[in-house]
């Protein structure tokens, strides 16, 4: 189902004219604001940008600047509009505080209620929300669009993780929005007490604000009999709800009458091709409180398709997250990305979800260590196998160490999956 036919179908040229419109209102606005952004862009103007092309003159906008204008001094609109706020975990220095107007939290219900239609969530459906309500913008980003498409809400918040298997049962949920680590909780929980998801009625599981590989979205589809969508937006970004995945599983839409995207070269700031892996920039065009102009995200994606999707949506796609430029590992020599790993570990059903990349430093020499939790029934040859395969990823040998289930610890909120001992 497509929640708004009109703006979701539109086609790619009229989608380019507002976007364009968009990127000079926003330009405008943030030059006759008392932000501190003022300044960065005055020398150029709105009439200098002919079309979106032009969006490569304007300088780039980096999260330190950001977190420098702390507290307010980068929002844009009117004190008096403002109307709440949320919070970048940051974690060095000062947050990202998103203050928001009636218009963005609107804007946000609209952005929101698209992606649960994406994910085939309708009014009859129970959507049971486990991300936190407060700073972080989570839980109140589901809430909203779940109150437009008038599903029935269960804001159960953060933990709780036997509650929340009860109220999935009891209440009969057939959504779970979600971090993406955290169904792994959900489900070794679920083992220890018996808990069979067969038996409940959730189809549907909307999970984000993670780098999660296709090999652990496999593993959560199977272990918990779901349907996954991946959602994407961050708090600088207006939260989640920028984009996500459709029926097609080709790739996340980016709701284009909202945000730009650009992927670039993080060395060069150069635009890449499409279908070249790069860094997303993000320009926002309806945003009041914090509009973003080419803004550094640090995700690396690539454009994988602007033709019209299977579902019917014209709105591009970009790839499933891979990895942050700033979790980008240099080890021997050899760059690679936490969810590389992961994608390889997750093909061993022997080893749990869980798991630590160490990085040390050995004799002034660079080392990896991959601690992995084995279940019963992981064997020796599988250690061989595991040992080749990433050696053959990573071009030389690293240490493993298999630790009995239950060693790695499971913290409340985000997964800590790299320690960096160096
Ligand atoms: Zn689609």
């Known amino acids: 189902m497509i929640f ?5 179908t539109m086609p790619q040229e009229e989608l380019r004219k507002l976007q364009l419109e968009g990127l000079k209102k926003t330009l405008k606005r943030i030059k006759e604001s008392h ?22 003159y304007i300088p780039i906008l980096q999260k330190d600047e950001l977190r420098k204008a702390y507290p307010f001094k980068h929002i844009i609109a009117e004190e008096k509009d403002w109307h709440r706020m949320h919070m970048s975990s940051g974690t060095t220095g000062d947050p990202i505080i998103n203050v928001m107007t009636k218009n963005d939290l609107e804007q946000w219900g609209e952005i929101m209620a698209r992606c649960y239609s994406a994910a085939g969530v309708t009014n009859k459906d129970r959507v049971q929300i486990t991300p ?15 109150e437009r498409i008038g599903a029935f809400i269960i804001p159960i918040g953060a933990g709780r993780s036997r509650l929340q298997l009860k109220f999935m049962d009891d209440l009969k949920t057939t959504v779970l929005c979600a971090i993406a680590s955290y169904p792994l909780r959900l489900m070794e929980v679920a083992k220890d007490i018996g808990f069979d998801f067969e038996k409940t009625d959730l189809k549907t599981a909307i999970l984000g604000a993670e780098t999660w590989s296709d090999e652990l979205r496999d593993r959560i589809e ?47 700031m150069e635009v890449v091709e499409d279908g070249i892996e790069g860094e997303m920039l993000i320009t926002t065009i309806t945003r009041e409180g914090l509009p973003l102009l080419r803004y550094r995200t640090r995700d690396i994606t690539k454009i994988v398709s602007r033709e019209k999707c299977d579902c019917g949506r014209t709105h591009l796609r970009v790839g499933r997250l891979k990895g942050r430029t700033d979790d980008m590992f240099k080890v021997k020599g050899v760059n690679f990305y936490p ?7 997750m093909k061993y059903k022997n080893l749990t979800p869980y798991y630590n990349i160490v990085l040390e430093k050995i004799k002034g020499k660079g080392a990896l260590t991959i601690v992995a939790e084995r279940r019963n029934g992981f064997r020796h040859e599988e250690l061989d196998k595991l040992s080749n395969e990433l050696y053959d990823f990573l071009g030389f040998h690293c ?3 298999i630790v009995p289930e239950g060693t790695i610890e499971r913290p409340a909120g985000k997964a800590v999956r790299v320690i960096d001992k160096r």
């Open 4 to 8: 708004n036919e009109k703006m979701e």
């Open 339 to 345: 969810s590389q790993i992961e994608s390889i570990l």
């Open 132 to 146: 936190s309500f407060g700073l972080f913008n989570g839980g109140f980003g589901f809430h909203y669009g779940a």
């Open 222 to 268: 199977e272990e918990m009999g779901v349907d996954t969508y991946d959602i994407i937006g961050m708090t600088e970004t207006g939260g989640v709800g920028m984009g996500i995945d459709c029926e097609a599983k080709n790739g996340i839409h980016v709701w284009e009458d909202h945000y730009i995207v650009e992927i670039v070269n993080p060395d060069t």
């Open 399 to 401: 240490q493993i160490q």
């Open 35 to 56: 932000s501190i952004f003022k300044e960065k862009y005055k020398d150029i103007n709105p009439e200098d940008i002919k079309s979106l092309d032009d969006i490569k």
